[in-house]
């Protein structure tokens, strides 16, 4: 499964659930896969789509959010899986594209082929914790999670495609967020 | 006289309702206090940017967020408060302990205790010192920014406020 393939498959799998997406590419291939009021962009502020994630999830309990997230990501804010599983939001659907690099900046190795991040999601406390390899298994345990409590860490084992050509984010980071508020709120 | 209880209550009466942080000695009454009610649940966060993502997410949520830290968490934080928050008007009450003011402190706190004000002037974040005697203007000015300009503001915390124990 390529990395495109799987950021278009969660989105494709989206009713009017709010979305945090992750910085770098993460956040391209989702508005360039199925832009949407309830995505929010992060553009810069690497490590903290999970964060924001979880404060949205605790502030709209009557709502599912998703974090989509990147191994990069992760690695750099382990602690906040710690946050996430003390505050346990039900809620809460933590997505995580692992394409073993930071392919935004050139490919540069992260370390999550010597680290089993979805063991540490698991071992931190989330209530559900696996890792998905194919495109159909991804949609299954996603759709499942939507459908279940969480937190639910889902890491997703892809190749690196992503394509500089992708578009960047076209709304300003002030639209982001009040397309997001409005959306979040609805 | 003010303490860690009537700010606290402030604080509440002011619409503040979601609670975060990272602990310091010079705000240890008001996290016990904090930590002892339910009304608002207080959540630790476990440095002072995931604070601020938290908060960020709680703001975009509904809620209107308080994150307390040491100053030298301000040094973590700056990256996402200028990609984040003050480009996309995300604001939050940040209470910032100004430990190493006036150059009295342990060795670590020195030399952020020098530059703690022309960093938040820099970075652009609206900020006051707080007094015994200017809470209400402090408040007023964190209310129109923080609800009027939608950008953090901060209330700068010297030792003896909040450090009951």
Redesign the interface.
């Known amino acids: 499964m390529k990395g495109s393939e799987a950021v278009a498959a969660v989105m494709a799998e989206l009713d009017d659930e709010p979305v945090?997406n992750a910085n770098g590419f993460i956040g391209r291939e989702a508005f360039t896969a199925r832009d949407r009021e309830a995505n929010?962009y992060?553009?810069?502020?690497m490590?903290?789509?999970?964060?924001?994630?979880?404060?949205?999830?605790?502030?709209?309990p009557g709502k599912k959010i998703v974090v989509l997230d990147g191994d990069g990501n992760v690695l750099m804010?382990m602690?906040?899986l710690?946050?996430i599983a003390?505050?346990a939001p039900k809620n809460l659907v933590h997505v995580t594209i692992d394409n073993g690099v930071y392919e935004s900046t050139g490919n540069q190795k992260t370390l999550s082929s010597q680290i089993e991040l979805e063991k540490v999601a698991k071992s931190s406390g989330y209530k559900n914790s696996l890792v998905v390899t194919e495109l159909d298994e991804l949609k299954k345990a996603f759709r499942t999670a939507l459908d279940s409590d969480g937190p639910s860490f889902i890491l997703v084992k892809v190749e690196p495609n992503f394509d500089h050509n992708t578009g960047r984010v076209t709304h300003t980071?002030?639209e982001?967020?009040r397309r997001?508020?409005t959306a979040?709120?609805r | 006289m003010l303490n860690s209880q009537n700010f606290f209550s402030r604080l509440k009466q002011e619409g503040f309702n979601f609670y975060t942080g990272v602990p310091c000695s010079l705000l240890a009454g008001l996290f016990s206090i904090l930590e002892k009610q339910d009304e608002f649940p207080y959540l630790a966060s476990v440095r002072e940017d995931a604070a601020v993502g938290l908060c960020s997410g709680a703001y975009m949520g509904g809620k209107l967020p308080v994150l307390l830290m040491q100053n030298s968490g301000f040094g973590y934080s700056l990256n996402a408060f200028t990609s984040l928050n003050l480009i996309y008007k995300i604001p939050m009450l940040v209470v910032m302990s100004w430990r190493g003011c006036g150059g009295k402190d342990a060795p670590e706190h020195i030399i952020m205790g020098d530059i703690n004000e022309k960093l938040l002037e820099t970075s652009g974040m609206e900020y006051s010192i707080l007094t015994q005697d200017n809470l209400d203007e402090v408040l007023a000015r964190a209310r129109q920014t923080i609800v009027k300009d939608e950008l953090p503001f901060t209330i700068l915390v010297k030792k003896g406020f909040f450090d009951e124990r």
């Open positions: 945090v929010f992060m553009i810069g502020s490590g903290l789509a999970s964060s924001m994630g979880l404060g949205v999830a605790l502030a709209q804010a602690g906040t710690a946050m003390a505050a980071p002030e982001i967020k997001f508020m979040a709120s």
